[in-house]
């Protein structure tokens, strides 16, 4: 069965500064596909970042990039510049190609930023 | 544009209580589904709709019945609501992006419903 994991329930950085956030899975799928979600106070599921299996490049979306290590099974989302409203709850997910796109979530970090 | 609309955002039920939570898109997705959020437990899935007239059990069903409506429309119903069913239930709905290799479905959420069962 594919499992997420995240081992850092909190996070705290400083405005300004770098913050990593470690995720890992565990699957026998070769094609397959990794998400960041984001959760502010509001409730709402915000997607941050995507990264394909297949392809070595790691994703990056502005302040957003991830560091996709496929053999290691690892998937860390680091934030850079980090600011005020960065601070949310933030959940790794994986779904495989060719399901009927069920996602499987970590059970999320919650990351402060301090002023 | 609304994208995927739940209501109610907020409901409290007593022990035996029955309810339904509805979900509507604008997107014309093909798949929905219903997910429950518990305090450091991520999301699970609870029912997913593949497509219109379809509908297939995720990693926590029991308790709760679905009914793909239409396209556009995906409901939640819980029958003699439990405690164990406090929760915060999101409805997301997807598409299929074909500019992925095999497509990977890309869900868009909605805002959440907040459920306590007395």
């Known amino acids: 069965a594919q499992t997420v994991t995240q081992s850092q329930p909190e996070m705290s950085v400083q405005e300004a500064e770098t913050v990593t956030l470690s995720c890992t899975y565990d699957?026998?799928?070769?094609?397959?596909?990794l998400f960041w979600y984001k959760q502010p106070p509001s409730r709402q599921m915000i997607l941050v970042i995507r990264?394909?299996?297949?392809?070595?490049q790691n994703a990056t979306e502005n302040r957003f990039s991830v560091n996709f290590q496929k053999a290691a099974k690892s998937f860390s989302l680091k934030i850079s510049d980090s600011q005020l409203g960065d601070a949310a709850m933030y959940f790794c997910?994986?779904?495989?190609?060719?399901?009927?796109?069920?996602?499987?979530f970590g059970k999320g970090t919650k990351l402060s930023v301090k002023p | 544009n609304a994208g995927v609309t739940q209501t109610p955002k907020f409901q409290v039920l007593k022990t035996g209580q029955s309810m339904t939570l509805q979900c509507a898109q604008d997107?014309?997705?093909?798949?929905m589904y219903w997910y429950r959020q518990d305090p450091g437990m991520g999301l699970r899935l609870i029912y997913y709709?593949?497509?219109?007239?379809?509908?297939d059990k995720g990693e926590v069903p029991n308790g709760y019945n679905v009914s793909r409506l239409n396209k556009r429309e995906f409901s939640l119903r819980l029958e003699s609501a439990a405690p164990s069913q406090t929760s915060v239930y999101f409805c997301?709905?997807?598409?299929?992006?074909?500019?992925?290799?095999?497509?990977?479905?890309?869900?868009?959420f909605g805002a959440g419903s907040r459920l306590t069962v007395l």
């Open positions: 997301a709905s997807s598409y299929r992006d074909r500019r992925l290799a095999s497509g990977a479905n890309v869900l868009t």
């Open positions: 990264q394909e299996a297949y392809k070595q």
């Open positions: 997107m014309n997705h093909n798949s």
């Open positions: 997910a994986y779904n495989y190609g060719g399901s009927q796109g069920n996602l499987i």
């Open positions: 709709s593949a497509s219109e007239g379809t509908t």
């Open positions: 699957t026998s799928e070769s094609d397959y596909y």
